[in-house]
Protein backbone atom coordinates (compact mmCIF):
# COMPACT_ATOMS: atom_id res chain seq x y z
CA UNK A 1 0.00 0.00 0.00
CA UNK A 2 1.11 3.66 -0.72
CA UNK A 3 1.40 6.18 1.25
CA UNK A 4 0.61 9.86 0.27
CA UNK A 5 1.74 12.96 2.21
CA UNK A 6 -0.61 14.79 0.28
CA UNK A 7 -3.43 13.88 2.61
CA UNK A 8 -1.09 15.56 5.83
CA UNK A 9 -0.59 18.74 7.16
CA UNK A 10 1.21 21.59 5.02
CA UNK A 11 3.76 21.57 7.61
CA UNK A 12 4.37 17.85 7.86
CA UNK A 13 4.24 17.12 4.47
CA UNK A 14 7.29 19.76 4.20
CA UNK A 15 8.94 17.90 6.68
CA UNK A 16 8.07 14.33 6.17
CA UNK A 17 9.33 14.92 1.85
CA UNK A 18 12.97 16.64 3.62
CA UNK A 19 13.31 13.34 5.94
CA UNK A 20 12.96 11.17 2.60
CA UNK A 21 14.86 13.28 0.39
CA UNK A 22 17.31 12.90 2.76
CA UNK A 23 17.57 9.27 2.92
CA UNK A 24 16.39 8.52 6.57
CA UNK A 25 16.01 4.69 6.36
CA UNK A 26 15.79 3.68 9.66
CA UNK A 27 16.49 0.16 9.22
CA UNK A 28 18.86 -0.34 12.48
CA UNK A 29 17.18 -0.25 15.61
CA UNK A 30 18.06 2.09 18.64
CA UNK A 31 19.36 0.87 21.65
CA UNK A 32 21.06 3.11 24.27
CA UNK A 33 18.06 4.62 25.13
CA UNK A 34 16.87 7.55 26.21
CA UNK A 35 18.12 9.28 23.56
CA UNK A 36 17.28 12.56 22.27
CA UNK A 37 17.36 12.57 18.04
CA UNK A 38 18.95 9.90 17.62
CA UNK A 39 17.00 8.92 14.76
CA UNK A 40 19.06 11.95 13.46
CA UNK A 41 22.10 9.95 12.77
CA UNK A 42 20.44 7.94 9.83
CA UNK A 43 19.08 11.41 8.13
CA UNK A 44 21.17 11.99 4.87
CA UNK A 45 23.15 8.75 5.86
CA UNK A 46 25.25 8.78 2.04
CA UNK A 47 25.55 5.15 0.37
CA UNK A 48 29.33 5.99 0.12
CA UNK A 49 31.17 6.34 3.41
CA UNK A 50 34.97 6.41 3.27
CA UNK A 51 37.25 6.26 5.70
CA UNK A 52 38.17 9.69 6.68
CA UNK A 53 35.37 12.24 5.98
CA UNK A 54 34.59 15.90 6.32
CA UNK A 55 32.75 17.47 9.05
CA UNK A 56 33.24 21.10 8.95
CA UNK A 57 34.13 22.17 4.88
CA UNK A 58 37.25 23.21 4.20
CA UNK A 59 37.97 26.85 4.48
CA UNK A 60 35.00 26.52 7.93
CA UNK A 61 36.32 29.54 10.39
CA UNK A 62 38.24 27.62 13.38
CA UNK A 63 41.02 25.86 14.21
CA UNK A 64 41.64 22.60 12.11
CA UNK A 65 40.97 18.88 13.85
CA UNK A 66 42.12 15.76 12.68
CA UNK A 67 40.02 13.14 14.93
CA UNK A 68 41.22 9.49 14.10
CA UNK A 69 40.08 6.68 16.10
CA UNK A 70 40.05 2.87 15.76
CA UNK A 71 37.00 0.53 16.28
CA UNK A 72 36.99 -2.92 18.16
CA UNK A 73 34.60 -5.47 19.22
CA UNK A 74 34.09 -6.24 23.04
CA UNK A 75 37.21 -8.68 22.22
CA UNK A 76 39.44 -5.98 21.32
CA UNK A 77 39.49 -7.04 17.53
CA UNK A 78 39.45 -4.81 15.28
CA UNK A 79 35.54 -3.89 13.64
CA UNK A 80 35.16 -3.07 9.72
CA UNK A 81 31.95 -1.44 8.06
CA UNK A 82 30.99 0.23 11.33
CA UNK A 83 29.74 3.92 10.36
CA UNK A 84 30.35 6.50 12.91
CA UNK A 85 28.43 9.51 12.60
CA UNK A 86 29.48 12.79 14.63
CA UNK A 87 28.13 16.50 14.51
CA UNK A 88 29.56 19.27 16.67
CA UNK A 89 29.49 23.41 17.17
CA UNK A 90 30.76 25.71 14.78
CA UNK A 91 33.96 28.28 15.86
CA UNK A 92 31.56 29.84 17.69
CA UNK A 93 29.42 27.68 20.28
CA UNK A 94 26.58 27.46 17.58
CA UNK A 95 24.99 24.60 15.53
CA UNK A 96 24.93 26.37 12.72
CA UNK A 97 21.41 25.52 11.01
CA UNK A 98 20.79 23.55 7.42
CA UNK A 99 17.26 24.54 5.81
CA UNK A 100 17.25 20.19 4.02
CA UNK A 101 17.10 19.20 7.64
CA UNK A 102 13.77 21.31 8.56
CA UNK A 103 11.19 18.63 9.96
CA UNK A 104 13.35 15.80 10.45
CA UNK A 105 15.35 14.15 13.84
CA UNK A 106 18.47 16.01 12.50
CA UNK A 107 17.33 19.55 12.53
CA UNK A 108 19.26 20.30 16.01
CA UNK A 109 22.26 18.83 14.86
CA UNK A 110 22.92 21.56 12.01
CA UNK A 111 25.29 21.42 9.06
CA UNK A 112 28.70 20.70 10.77
CA UNK A 113 27.75 16.74 10.67
CA UNK A 114 29.50 13.80 8.77
CA UNK A 115 29.86 10.05 8.81
CA UNK A 116 33.14 7.84 8.16
CA UNK A 117 33.14 4.36 7.67
CA UNK A 118 35.63 2.12 9.68
CA UNK A 119 38.48 -0.05 7.15
CA UNK A 120 39.84 -3.63 7.52
CA UNK A 121 41.98 -2.66 10.48
CA UNK A 122 38.51 -1.07 12.53
CA UNK A 123 40.11 2.55 11.61
CA UNK A 124 38.28 6.02 10.83
CA UNK A 125 38.78 9.72 10.96
CA UNK A 126 36.90 13.21 10.61
CA UNK A 127 39.04 16.33 9.33
CA UNK A 128 36.87 19.18 10.50
CA UNK A 129 37.23 22.45 13.23
CA UNK A 130 37.74 21.89 16.82
CA UNK A 131 34.17 22.98 17.95
CA UNK A 132 33.67 25.73 20.94
CA UNK A 133 31.46 25.42 23.74
CA UNK A 134 28.06 26.71 23.88
CA UNK A 135 28.29 30.53 25.26
CA UNK A 136 27.01 31.49 28.54
CA UNK A 137 27.41 27.48 29.66
CA UNK A 138 29.74 25.37 31.25
CA UNK A 139 29.40 22.56 28.84
CA UNK A 140 33.07 21.62 27.85
CA UNK A 141 33.79 21.85 23.89
CA UNK A 142 32.85 18.28 22.58
CA UNK A 143 31.99 16.36 19.26
CA UNK A 144 28.93 14.09 19.25
CA UNK A 145 29.32 10.68 18.32
CA UNK A 146 26.78 8.09 17.26
CA UNK A 147 27.86 4.80 16.06
CA UNK A 148 25.89 2.49 13.25
CA UNK A 149 26.30 -1.07 13.29
CA UNK A 150 24.79 -1.45 9.43
CA UNK A 151 21.83 -3.96 9.58
CA UNK A 152 22.04 -4.51 13.58
CA UNK A 153 21.50 -1.26 15.60
CA UNK A 154 22.67 2.31 16.21
CA UNK A 155 23.13 4.19 19.73
CA UNK A 156 25.15 7.28 20.88
CA UNK A 157 28.40 7.09 22.65
CA UNK A 158 30.49 9.68 24.75
CA UNK A 159 31.28 12.96 23.39
CA UNK A 160 34.43 13.72 22.12
CA UNK A 161 36.03 15.75 25.23
CA UNK A 162 39.37 17.60 25.02
CA UNK A 163 41.71 17.62 27.74
CA UNK A 164 43.05 20.24 27.84
CA UNK A 165 39.79 22.17 27.85
CA UNK A 166 39.57 24.59 31.09
CA UNK A 167 35.72 23.39 31.24
CA UNK A 168 36.38 20.10 31.35
CA UNK A 169 39.02 20.45 33.97
CA UNK A 170 36.61 22.29 36.00
CA UNK A 171 33.65 19.91 35.67
CA UNK A 172 32.81 17.34 37.79
CA UNK A 173 30.51 15.27 35.94
CA UNK A 174 31.51 11.28 35.66
CA UNK A 175 31.30 10.09 31.88
CA UNK A 176 29.54 7.17 31.53
CA UNK A 177 32.56 5.86 29.25
CA UNK A 178 29.76 4.77 26.25
CA UNK A 179 31.97 2.90 23.78
CA UNK A 180 35.09 4.09 25.94
CA UNK A 181 36.77 6.50 27.12
CA UNK A 182 35.60 10.19 24.92
CA UNK A 183 38.96 12.28 26.26
CA UNK A 184 41.17 13.13 24.09
CA UNK A 185 44.70 14.35 23.96
CA UNK A 186 44.74 16.43 21.89
CA UNK A 187 47.95 17.89 20.37
CA UNK A 188 48.93 20.48 18.11
CA UNK A 189 51.20 20.05 14.95
CA UNK A 190 53.74 21.88 13.35
CA UNK A 191 51.51 22.99 10.70
CA UNK A 192 48.87 24.14 13.49
CA UNK A 193 46.45 21.43 13.35
CA UNK A 194 45.44 19.69 16.24
CA UNK A 195 45.41 16.02 16.50
CA UNK A 196 42.77 14.04 18.69
CA UNK A 197 42.60 10.06 18.96
CA UNK A 198 39.33 9.19 19.66
CA UNK A 199 39.10 4.69 20.07
CA UNK A 200 35.84 3.43 20.06
CA UNK A 201 34.69 -0.18 21.58
CA UNK A 202 31.37 -1.63 20.19
CA UNK A 203 28.78 -2.15 22.72
CA UNK A 204 30.66 -0.97 25.37
CA UNK A 205 28.52 0.45 28.63
CA UNK A 206 25.55 0.52 26.05
CA UNK A 207 22.07 -0.35 27.95
CA UNK A 208 20.03 -2.72 25.52
CA UNK A 209 22.95 -3.63 23.58
CA UNK A 210 22.17 -7.69 23.85
CA UNK A 211 19.35 -6.60 21.60
CA UNK A 212 21.62 -5.23 18.91
CA UNK A 213 20.71 -7.26 15.75
CA UNK A 214 17.90 -8.87 17.21
Not at 32 to 41: F, H, S
Not at 181 to 206: K, M, Y
Amino acid sequence: MRTSIRRLPPWLAIGALAFMALGAAAQERIVGLPCEDCEGALVGKPADIATIARIAPAGEKGQPLQLRGRVVDADGKPAAGIVVYGYHTDASGHYPGDARLRGTPARQHGRLRGWARSDAAGNYGFDTIRPAGYPGRRDPEHIHLHIIEPGRCSYYIDDVNFRDDPRLQASTQQPAQRGGSGVAEPVRDSNGTWQATRDIVLGRNIADYTNCGD
